[in-house]
């Protein structure tokens, strides 16, 4: 599977196939478009009928300490232009608390005017086994949902 052959390359763990397989779920109607090997940016492309781009995905893979994860998301957004999801397999043994605590951790050290940058993307985050453990708007304080 390309997905798992490209972040196997990169530093960190590489990402399971379930979560492979999970990021190629997108909104309803879209068909999936995998970016390819070394491409900056999204990941997967979800296009509709009409071949119009509806969203773009990239993932990372995390097993860093939680008070790294704000640097983390710092470097990605760019790369996204601020837009989209940034799919995230976390290490084994972190819960749904664990990731609320790195999105608080990452707002806390933000002014509302510097989240304004994230106000169009959302961060979800998954076990390595694909269990969801939260979605979040990094753009709005406090917004999202855990689990």
Do not use: C
Not at 12 to 39: F, M
Not at 95 to 109: L, R, V
Not at 121 to 146: C, E, K, T, Y
């Amino acid at each position: 599977m390309t997905l798992v052959a490209e972040h196997s390359k990169q530093a960190g763990p590489a990402l399971t196939r379930k979560n492979a397989e999970l990021a190629l779920y997108g909104p309803a109607g879209t068909t999936p478009k995998v970016a390819g090997d070394n491409v900056q940016g999204y990941d997967v492309l979800f296009y509709d009928a009409s071949g119009k781009l509806v969203l773009g995905r990239q993932i990372k893979t995390f097993a860093g300490k939680p008070n790294q994860f704000p640097n983390r998301l710092r470097a990605a957004a760019p790369t996204m232009e601020y837009d989209g999801e940034l799919l995230i397999q976390v290490a084994p043994g972190v819960d749904a608390a664990a990731a609320e605590g790195m999105m608080k951790s990452f707002w806390g050290n933000r002014s509302d005017a510097r989240l304004a940058a994230y106000q169009n993307m959302w961060v979800a985050f998954r076990s390595p086994d694909g269990r969801p453990l939260g979605l979040w708007m990094p753009g709005a304080r406090g917004m999202g949902v855990p689990g």
